[in-house]
């Protein structure tokens, strides 16, 4: 500052530094060689904004029963407070909306509560005080979807692809399967018995196909030869 130039405008330049978002007041003692009030003190307030986190990568979602999808992502970010997951429901779904949200440096999330042989797509992105980040890939996994098969009489119940054993000693007469799998049952009677036919899922006594677009239940019943 100086006599002719007083009063004059004190302008602050930002330049790169390690401060943490907050907000700062700095004082500085300004002085003029020709100033009779010389120094004086000005008091300046500002305030330092958070840049956005970086966007999490390699989102993946798994199907682990009927009711339940874990899904996972890489952390690419180290100042986010959080991270937001958006879901949407059925094959090639795009209405995404918030779903619930995740703590810092969080990896890896559940959804229980699902509906079975149901597809759930997912996407996740960071955020913090001075934003979000851009979205991470997104990512589609289908609840699996549980087959109950029942032998009644003498008789064993078989699956393609494996996972059903029932009856004949086979103690699988539950198994959970992809959503969306096609199921073919077998039916074998016991020596001495016959196949009279499906109930449930299947009807009558031909072959039987079960889509696995939910849990489904099948009845294989047995009579003794005359």
Partial sequence: LTATTAPATLILTPSTGMLAAGTYTATLAVASPVAANTPQTVSVTFTVTAAPPAAPSNLTATAV?????????????????????????????????????????ATSLQDPGLTAGTSYSYRVRAFNAGGVSAYSN??????????????????????????????GGGPACLFDFPGGAVVTLSATAATGWQFLGWTGACTGSGACQVAMTGNRGVAAGFGELP
């Fill in 138 to 167: 997104a990512v589609t996994a289908t609840t699996l979807a549980r087959l109950q098969v029942t032998a009644v009489g003498e008789g064993a119940v078989t699956s393609d692809p494996v996972g059903i054993n029932c009856g």
């Fill in 65 to 105: 029963s009927p009711t339940q999808i874990n899904y996972a992502w890489t952390d690419n970010a180290s100042n986010e407070d959080g991270f937001y997951v958006e879901r949407c429901t059925g094959e090639g779904c795009t209405n995404f909306a918030f779903y619930g949200d995740a703590l810092a440096n």
